[in-house]
């Protein structure tokens, strides 16, 4: 099918990418998350999220125990250094060091019972455009570190060389830092023009997408190679997709292709200039665990310790899927890019109602979709 990922030689993919090297930075698509505490908030809709995240905690406590050398941190630094990559706003974050540093602790008892406990920092890190007030004021009281806020790009170096002991990101890194402007450029073949991501797409359009995933991931470990200790800890969770399967046949997939068809039939209602919906991509890639493998080997830095897909949403039960919930999670992650991008920033209230009512003529397609391993799991250690 037209979306179907491919396994592909990814030297060839960055010998492609010098022919799109012109590209629009996520800054442009406003990516940081609703800020503040209103109905649209981040932090007012972000639970999902942190449900589907802690599919993975006990995976994660299972590696700390197993293969995170705390000792051997302590005998050099007498602080134990963690930082989450793309924290966003919301409660979520608070929640997932407190769990790491748990995990940290029990691992250090077992080792050292009657040993004071070390000191933990955390650095709290997105772009310098997040709502870092709406951050800091969440703070828990009473909190087993001390906390940092660190803005910037993840893409490159944020820290001290050999500076972090445990690197954390969730639901960040399949946001693309760039797109090729060949995607909007309508004398292009590989012109997405009509949709906005590569689902249901050509091959050539998702290849462009796939090469920034490959340039950005790259990116990504470098930096972190230069700021994670040797024998480090970095968990990565993000969206993934099993090898083979179109990006059509999911969920957010699905999403994406109503997204497009209401922006294309506002544009015919005058509400929206067509061109704006032809220029106009959504900079989010799912990778398969082999494609991620194939980055992490050839980035030479990582051992990886573990890597699998899971099913974000076995927390979803039997029940029916609450579409109007989800779509307030969907807004409050992705608002930005839309009000970005297009020139009445009104019709975004209508997109989503007119999407909400058009996934809840679809909820037991989607209900029987939802059972898909699409979240990509990955535990690397620095050699």
């Given at each position: 099918?037209?979306?179907?990922?491919?396994?592909r030689?990814?030297d060839?993919?960055?010998?492609?990418?010098?022919r799109l090297?012109?590209?629009?930075?996520?800054?442009?698509?406003?990516?940081?998350?609703?800020?503040?505490?209103?109905?649209?908030?981040?932090?007012?809709?972000?639970?999902?999220?942190?449900?589907?995240?802690?599919?993975?905690?006990?995976?994660?406590?299972?590696?700390?125990?197993?293969k995170?050398?705390v000792?051997?941190?302590?005998?050099?630094?007498?602080?134990?250094?963690?930082?989450?990559?793309?924290?966003?706003?919301?409660?979520?974050?608070?929640?997932?060091m407190?769990?790491?540093?748990?995990?940290?602790?029990?691992?250090?008892?077992?080792?050292?019972?009657?040993?004071?406990?070390?000191?933990?920092?955390?650095?709290?890190?997105?772009?310098?455009?997040?709502?870092?007030?709406?951050?800091?004021?969440?703070?828990?009281?009473?909190?087993?570190?001390?906390?940092?806020?660190?803005?910037?790009?993840?893409?490159?170096?944020?820290?001290?060389?050999?500076?972090?002991?445990?690197?954390?990101?969730?639901?960040?890194?399949?946001?693309?830092?760039?797109?090729?402007?060949?995607?909007?450029?309508?004398?292009?073949?590989?012109?997405?023009?009509?949709?906005?991501?590569?689902?249901?797409?050509p091959?050539?359009?998702?290849?462009?997408?796939?090469?920034?995933?490959?340039?950005?991931?790259?990116?990504?470990?470098?930096?972190?190679?230069?700021?994670l200790?040797?024998?480090?800890?970095?968990?990565?969770?993000?969206?993934?997709?099993?090898?083979?399967?179109?990006?059509?046949?999911?969920?957010?997939?699905?999403?994406?292709?109503?997204?497009?068809?209401?922006?294309?039939?506002?544009?015919?209602?005058?509400?929206?200039?067509e061109?704006?919906?032809?220029?106009?991509?959504?900079?989010f890639?799912?990778?398969?665990?082999?494609?991620?493998?194939?980055?992490?080997?050839?980035?030479?830095?990582?051992?990886?310790?573990?890597?699998?897909?899971?099913?974000?949403?076995?927390?979803?039960?039997?029940?029916?899927?609450?579409?109007?919930?989800?779509?307030?999670?969907?807004?409050?992650?992705?608002?930005?890019?839309?009000?970005?991008?297009?020139?009445?920033?009104?019709?975004?209230?209508?997109?989503?109602?007119q999407?909400?009512?058009?996934?809840?003529?679809?909820?037991?397609?989607?209900k029987?979709?939802?059972?898909e391993?699409?979240?990509?799991?990955?535990?690397?250690?620095?050699?």
């Amino acid at each position: 099918m037209a979306d179907q990922p491919l396994l592909r030689d990814h030297d060839h993919d960055f010998k492609v990418k010098s022919r799109l090297d012109v590209t629009k930075t996520v800054s442009e698509y406003s990516l940081p998350v609703n800020g503040g505490h209103d109905s649209c908030s981040y932090s007012k809709n972000s639970y999902y999220q942190r449900l589907s995240a802690n599919v993975e905690k006990r995976k994660i406590d299972e590696e700390i125990a197993e293969k995170l050398d705390v000792l051997n941190f302590l005998s050099t630094w007498k602080t134990i250094r963690i930082a989450d990559l793309g924290c966003a706003t919301g409660p979520n974050t608070f929640n997932a060091m407190q769990d790491l540093i748990e995990a940290i602790v029990h691992k250090y008892k077992s080792l050292c019972p009657t040993s004071p406990l070390p000191e933990f920092q955390v650095f709290f890190n997105d772009q310098a455009s997040n709502d870092f007030n709406s951050l800091f004021n969440a703070l828990p009281a009473e909190r087993q570190y001390f906390a940092v806020g660190v803005p910037g790009s993840f893409h490159g170096r944020l820290f001290p060389e050999s500076s972090l002991h445990f690197v954390y990101t969730c639901y960040a890194l399949q946001w693309l830092s760039a797109l090729p402007e060949e995607l909007s450029d309508k004398n292009s073949p590989i012109c997405n023009k009509g949709r906005v991501h590569y689902t249901n797409a050509p091959h050539e359009v998702l290849n462009a997408y796939s090469t920034q995933f490959a340039m950005d991931v790259e990116n990504f470990l470098n930096a972190r190679a230069k700021e994670l200790v040797p024998g480090g800890m970095m968990v990565m969770i993000l969206s993934g997709i099993p090898t083979g399967m179109p990006y059509s046949e999911i969920p957010t997939g699905i999403m994406f292709d109503f997204i497009s068809s209401i922006l294309m039939n506002m544009a015919i209602e005058g509400l929206i200039n067509e061109d704006e919906v032809d220029s106009f991509n959504i900079p989010f890639y799912a990778a398969s665990p082999e494609e991620m493998t194939g980055l992490v080997e050839r980035n030479g830095y990582f051992s990886i310790e573990r890597m699998e897909l899971t099913n974000p949403a076995t927390w979803l039960g039997s029940g029916p899927i609450d579409i109007r919930a989800w779509m307030m999670h969907v807004r409050a992650a992705m608002e930005g890019i839309f009000t970005e991008h297009f020139s009445r920033p009104e019709i975004i209230d209508q997109m989503f109602q007119q999407m909400t009512e058009k996934l809840s003529d679809c909820s037991e397609d989607l209900k029987s979709r939802s059972q898909e391993k699409v979240q990509l799991f990955v535990v690397l250690k620095r050699k």
